[in-house]
């Protein structure tokens, strides 16, 4: 279980504008790359640090870049056929086949996963901003990672059904928070009227709860 949790639910680094004093949270696959590459190429301005950060400097609100949850899904697989050199008619035949999503790393986890975490530890604010606006955080910002090509996945009805139905905490996120600036708790209550999606959670909740 700690395993699980470690990898999944780890730290998120902070992306910090010493100039603007904006913190923009980064998560895999939505700019992150470019993000920590201004903190690289312009360290005067920019530094990357741990969530302690906002602690120490009484941080209201932190700006956060969310993607569609399947476009973000089949970038991050993408990134893992390359990193992980999974031939891509395994991946076709788990994702059709299977009642499960194999194929699960920080690429691929949901982004509210990195919502919740920072949610629970500081009390923050979230300005959800779509990634078509990353240029605005600096017009010298590089947009990295993008050569993959668009992965060529037939996918059944049940897939696609599946697939929404595990990132419905995304799915939540992105159609009703996007261009807004939001509490976790709001974004929860939100999550809650997703009744399918709740009640199959709740199976889950002896054995991820059993030492509580």
Not at 77 to 104: E, R
Not at 152 to 158: G, K, Q
Not at 166 to 173: L, R
Request: hydrophobic share 40%; with cysteine.
């Amino acid at each position: 279980m700690l395993v699980y949790c470690n990898n999944l639910l780890s730290d998120q680094g902070i992306l910090y504008n010493r100039i603007s004093n904006i913190k923009y949270l980064l998560i895999h696959k939505n700019g992150s790359t470019s993000l920590e590459d201004l903190a690289k190429q312009y360290p005067d301005c920019y530094e990357i640090h741990q969530a302690d950060l906002l602690d120490k400097t009484k941080v209201e609100e932190v700006v956060v870049f969310i993607r569609d949850p399947l476009e973000r899904f089949f970038s991050g697989l993408n990134t893992q056929l390359d990193i992980y050199k999974i031939p891509l008619d395994v991946i076709s035949n788990i994702i059709n086949c299977d009642t499960a999503i194999t194929f699960l790393d920080l690429h691929t986890t949901p982004q509210f996963w990195a919502v919740l975490r920072l949610g629970k530890q500081h009390r923050v604010k979230f300005k959800f901003l779509p990634m078509s606006e990353l240029y605005k955080v600096d017009d010298k910002i590089q947009h990295l990672n993008k050569g993959f090509s668009n992965i060529d996945i037939n996918l059944t009805d049940a897939a696609v059904q599946r697939l929404n139905h595990f990132y419905t905490e995304d799915i939540v996120m992105y159609n009703n928070f996007l261009n807004k600036t939001v509490s976790l708790d709001e974004i929860i209550e939100k999550i809650k009227l997703e009744k399918e999606f709740v009640n199959d959670l709740s199976q889950y909740k002896q054995m991820l709860t059993y030492l509580l």
